[in-house]
């Protein structure tokens, strides 16, 4: 893992470059040397987690309807846009193979017992530590029945709203970690966040412009699509 001042995460891979969620998306971020590599998950009709954003398939692949109806037999069928496919969480665990951070946001309902399920798994029979994972979402829901399942995995609200709630919502979860979109940050309340003993890891930052004012801040981590850039 490459030590930056600012830890770098790959948006779903590297989105900017290559079909988001996909194997091949993530390779291409590793390939830039990042940090961690950020991903999404849903439950699927048949149990298994699968790494996708949106909950229908219409916009990234050939097929159609919502993510959670389907079975993994019927999206592994599918073509995602580039000639890819819809990888489940353990291919990409298998994949990275514990030399980068991993965070999992639960995107879809009833993710978090198949996900700590997996990630237990993983600590106790693949040689990875809880250290290597965060598992973030702008579900409470989701996050709160983590806390309740395995209180070892690292866990960081999402927020588009308020950083002074998402620090709310992680003092019932003790969350270290806040994930706030970066136009909700300034230098004050990203250091009011860090003296609280926050991580601050922001998203999602692509431009030069913003680059530099989100380092300026001083924050933890950069969520990004292009994260050659950062």
């Not at 965070?103 to 978090?112: F, H, Q, R, Y």
């Not at 609280?196 to 530099?212: H, P």
Request: glycine share 6%.
């Amino acid at each position: 893992m490459i030590s930056h001042s600012t830890r770098v995460f790959g948006h779903r891979g590297a989105k900017g470059y290559l079909a988001e969620n996909t194997l091949e998306s993530i390779e291409k971020a590793l390939s830039f040397q990042v940090d961690g590599i950020e991903i999404d998950v849903h439950l699927c009709a048949s149990g298994e987690l699968v790494v996708f954003h949106d909950f229908t398939l219409d916009r990234m692949t050939n097929g159609t309807g919502e993510v959670g109806k389907q079975t993994l037999e019927v999206l592994k069928k599918l073509i995602v846009n580039g000639g890819f496919q819809i990888p489940t969480l353990e291919e990409v665990l298998n994949f990275i193979d514990k030399k980068y951070i991993l965070n999992i946001e639960l995107k879809g309902k009833n993710t978090a017992i198949k996900t700590a399920e997996i990630l237990d798994h993983y600590v106790k029979k693949h040689g990875w530590n809880y250290a290597d994972f965060i598992v973030s979402s702008f579900q409470h829901t989701e996050l709160e029945n983590t806390f309740q399942i395995n209180k070892n995995i690292p866990l960081a609200v999402l927020t588009k709203a308020s950083v002074s709630g998402a620090i709310d919502v992680a003092k019932t979860i003790q969350a270290k970690i806040i994930h706030p979109n970066f136009a909700l940050l300034t230098v004050d309340n990203v250091k009011l966040a860090q003296s609280q003993g926050y991580e601050v890891n922001t998203w999602t930052v692509n431009d030069a412009d913003t680059i530099s004012r989100m380092k300026q801040y001083g924050v933890n981590g950069i969520i990004s699509d292009v994260p050659d850039k950062i």
